[in-house]
């Protein structure tokens, strides 16, 4: 695709709301968009296990393919606990490649080595947490925060925290840290500029209020924290990649604060039942995290979210995969609904009002992906992506 026509992508949904709790499949299901409420990004990049024949396995620039194991599933427990938790779900980018076909925390050059297909499940990727992010700064402004998850194979079986400083830049002593030297390759800084505690740069790193110490709080150890201030120098440590550099405020465009999450396996990974466990201590901590340093409380989350209008009322259409001679029904409306048809450019494709909840087809529509806005008069739209397959 062209820049021009990635531009219309992000149009496409600012135009047309994303309905909360929608699943939106980029092209061949191989990456995951799943539409949250709550101020909260994930990413996962590296949990994919599919490997389609069309994409060679990587060799450009040395690469590594290793598997970053049962990571989404822990992507999955995640979002069910903040539903439990909160009422409400967070926005979550999941790629489904296996890392041999792309890496989806790497540049586009190196992620997809040159091969089209890869290269647009890469541009997919980005642009879904372009457009949650968007979606997230629409309602929260900067009251919110990105999370690219991973698993670490180093051999010291803590979580490490990667805000983009290096190992041997968190060996520096807390006044240095604390220097605009320090700030400017944080991940982070927005959050030194303005936080409800007015906590510094080492503080929000490795204080008592630290992501980490909230982990440690927890029983999951973390680097940096209260107990583990910097890494060592000869540990392993991924001090945050690519996604981090990109999704947050290190970029000089971005005001959202963020952290690459590296999980490591033993008592994190390793089982359903510590995958669980972590899940909890992760969503509690964000919460308690949002809550001291944003002073935005996401247990109340159906108080910050005008949810009501859209989970009550729940609009859907039936099927979602057209064939020849399918009725299009559309549930749960009374009044008449206006369908407007999209390309996945954005461009409109054509128009139906409906008064007795039914499209009739075949429509003179060409295979391929397009998304419905419906309107039901007086009341929000929903949209809704379908695939014609004749
Ligand atoms: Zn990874």
Redesign the pocket.
Known sequence: MTKNKYFNFILLFLTCPLLYGQTILGSENYIEYSVGTLPILISI??GGNVVPSTIPNRTCNNPTTVT?AN?IDLGIKIDSVFKARTGCRPHLVYCHLR?TKLDA?RSLADGACGNPIAENAWQEFHKFIDTARFVIHQKYGNNSFYFDL???GNPIQRIELGYLLRASELMQNDDSLNLAKFISLSSIQNLVRNNASKLTHAQLLRGVHSFGSMLEKRSFPAVPSESNPNPGLNNGYFSG?YNTATHTCFNPMLEMNGVQV?CNFQNVRNSEINRIAYAVAFVESVIEYIKIHFNLDLINCNAITDLTSLESKNIYVYPTIIKSNDILKIYNTLAPVKVTWYDVYGKVIRQDLSSNQQIILPINLANGTYYLKIEEEGLKHITQRVIILK
């Open positions: 990049p590296h970053d990571t890392r925390n991973h698993g670490h990649g590296e």
